[in-house]
């Protein structure tokens, strides 16, 4: 959006709520359990990963294509390669912010915590706006490791599959957001964050 915040105001915008990024993990989980098509989806995409690597595991072992220590190091591998995503994912975060207009981005971490966010400082960024920016790394990384998947072989693929069910769950801050603006559909939503007060803001435009 071309607004800014001090904008908002006598745009009719209206606050609806803020979250602080210390607080981050409730406000996910409240409204992951929200039934709605993004919490919905989240939780389909975890279980169907879930089934195909089971499913892949048990045949690609029962073809003979490797032991079980060997499975088990591999999908080991796969894990610790969901972990080594982490920076990818937010710089994803960081352009696709950047393709929808924000001249800044910047990072925050809280490994106690174990959140980590991209951000666009002062950037107003409307639904669909923040649709691209949220769900930039799910759809880039996952289609990435699918396609690779078809080139390696049994054993890299349970590592491959790893990376890809334990990445999707790390997607839920996301997801979280993204059932935030849904469970709010029937107002016009608009989003910015503050980095030194370490808050987000969410409005609503006034009828």
């Known amino acids: 959006m071309k607004l800014k915040p001090e904008e908002l105001e006598s745009s009719n915008y209206v606050l609806l709520d803020t979250l602080g990024h210390k607080e981050i ?12 098509y993004f919490s919905r989806l989240y939780n389909f995409a975890n279980v169907f990963n879930l089934i195909f690597l089971a499913f892949c595991f048990s045949l690609y072992k ?3 294509n490797y032991g079980w220590d060997n499975g088990f190091t591999h999908l080991s591998y796969g894990i610790c390669m969901a972990f080594l995503l982490i920076p990818i994912h937010e710089y994803i975060h960081a352009l696709a912010y950047k393709s929808q207009g924000a001249l800044q981005t ?3 971490a809280n ?3 174990f959140y980590f966010m991209a951000m666009a400082d002062q950037f107003v960024a409307s639904k669909k706006e923040f649709q691209v920016v949220a769900l930039a790394p799910f759809v880039t990384i996952s289609a990435t490791i699918l396609l690779a998947f078809i080139f390696v072989s049994p054993v890299w693929r349970i590592a491959l599959l790893g990376t890809l069910t ?10 979280g957001l993204l059932s935030y ?3 709010h559909k029937d107002k016009t939503v608009i989003t910015y964050d503050d980095k030194a007060k370490g808050l ?3 409005l609503e435009l006034k009828k």
């Not at 334990?166 to 997801?175: I, K, L, P, Q, R």
């Open 25 to 36: 993990i409730p406000f996910i989980k409240i409204y992951l359990k929200k039934k709605n």
């Open 62 to 64: 029962i073809n003979g």
């Open 106 to 108: 910047s990072y925050d």
């Open 111 to 113: 490994l106690k915590k």
């Open 166 to 175: 334990t990445h999707t769950a790390f997607c839920s801050g996301d997801f």
């Open 181 to 183: 603006f849904e469970f």
């Open 200 to 202: 987000s803001y969410f």
